[in-house]
């Protein structure tokens, strides 16, 4: 059993995951608002009908013909107001919900690429577009309903209750009969509805994650042989998925079949009191009609508003999922100003970058990657850091980036005029970067460059990929920088892709240029003439390289390894 110390940490969690629901449904008061008044409006219009019908029937029973039109006119008039109005809401609710949900999916998308580098790496890709799609989807379709629902529920459960009260009030003491049973399986409900909302966005996730990895990676899983246990391995995921989806609607089917015999109990009752009621000839025929239709709208109106408490703990745990993205920190750009003071005479005279006793280690990490470096690099120089893989080369360029930040010492960026920066996101605006990955995007080659200088004409981008060496193989292809390059670049060879990123970084005109490993894709000659085309086609720039080839240091001015306890020492190059 539950301890009542957890059911209060329960509580307290969707409490907080609520409360941030509504600080952003604030931002749709007046849509919520109309909601509320058109669904109350719809609900008094349904109970006028009822009530009307009661009267229309008790005006045939008694041959009334002075009341029996204006019965009929008031209960279908009513009833098509009710419809009317169900298909206006219907309707506007598509047009406000698709904003709404748009907004949502673009402000997580934004969180997400403003978050710090460390913090929103650590989360994988399928599992952040599970956050962006399905949580999103849940949230946004129950920001605009949920308090409308709520509302029109309430208005419905409490003018049923006022009518049977003024025509018959034992007959709402029946209709109440399920209320502790109600009351009872509440707290049950709420446990075993967060349990399994939880475990099936977990695993739903992981399989989107499952599908993103083993998509991009085909061709591995292929020249392995292993397709088939890739094939197995998914099918387990969907089975314990399946099983997990039974598991809830087993418990789901128990909870609603109870309920409903309890309901079926309650309206039997009623129609018997009813009945009972009609035989010793203390109410008319409308009314013991009226009391069918009341008594069953009662008891349902009732149910409603109680399993309103699985939706809201389904939209909490939605809330949660996207506030644990958008709670992450976010980069802060506060230099912004400085360095855009120093773009002119950055771009004119270069940059100088300069480590002094620099520590840095991960938050996933306690040892230092590395520790007390200092290093320097001077316009028109370049640099080489070399040693193992693992050892912090990569961590130093994330560093140079922005990505993340010292522990301990300083790196900064300065120009001629003695105006220094710390580096940070703002000093990226300096920076051209070379993955050592074969990091291009879905789209044409012309595509994939213009993304560091969307303005750029064509007569740049060729500039860029002659520099490169890349110009060579495209102006052979059929449509030249309008080629399309396919997910992951497939349809070139890894050189190639390499140096498409490598005219993406010239065509930035950067005064620093970050190299992870930039030419190990390529020969030796090529390797030449693309050093050769950099060093020539910006003489003030500022070069940091990663590199395990010894013919790359021949155009460094200074080389660092870094050894395997964090140290950095220059050697002879």
Known sequence: MKKPGEYAKLFRSLGKEWKWVLHYALRYRLQILFYVVVG??????????????????????????????????????????????????????????????????????????????????????????????GDVTALSSSIISFVPNLFTRLTQFVGCLAIVLYYDPIMALFAFLSAPFLAMTSRISAKMMRKYNEESREMNGKILAFYSESIQNIQTIKAFGITKRYVEQLKDYLHNYRKLRLDHSKFSLVMTTGLSVIGLAVAYLCYGWGVWQLWNGAITYGTMTLFLQISGKLTSSFSSVVSMLPTSISIATAAGRIMAITELPVEEYADDSKAESMRAEADSAGISLSCENLTCSYKDGSVPVVKNISFYVNPGETIALVGPSGEGKTTILRLILGLIKPEGGAMTMSVRNGTTLNVSESTRRFCAYVPQENHVFSGTIADNLKIVKPEAQNEELITALKAADAWGFIEKLPLGIDTVINE??????????????????????????????????????????????????????????????????????????????????????
């Open 40 to 133: 109350i409006l719809s609900t008094v219009m349904g109970l006028g009908s009822t009530v009307a019908s009661k009267y229309l029937i008790d005006s045939v029973v008694t041959h009334n013909r002075e009341t029996i039109f204006v019965s009929a006119a008031l209960t279908i008039g009513l009833a098509l107001v009710q419809i009317a109005i169900n298909a206006v809401t219907s309707r506007l609710a598509i047009i406000i919900g698709t904003k709404v949900s748009n907004e949502i999916r673009s402000s997580v998308y934004e969180h997400i690429v403003y978050s710090n580098w460390e913090d929103i790496s650590r989360y994988h890709s399928g599992d952040l577009l599970n956050r962006i799609e």
């Open 488 to 573: 992951k670049g497939v349809n070139f060879s890894e050189g190639q892709i390499q140096r498409i990123s490598i005219a993406r970084a010239l065509l930035r005109n950067a005064p620093v240029l970050v190299m992870d490993e930039a030419t190990s894709a390529l020969d030796a000659k090529t390797e030449e003439t693309v050093l050769a085309n950099i060093m020539k086609s910006y003489p003030n720039r500022t070069c940091v390289i990663t590199t395990h080839r010894p013919s790359m240091l021949q155009y460094c001015d200074r080389v660092y390894r870094i050894n395997e306890d964090g140290s950095l020492v220059k050697v002879d190059n």
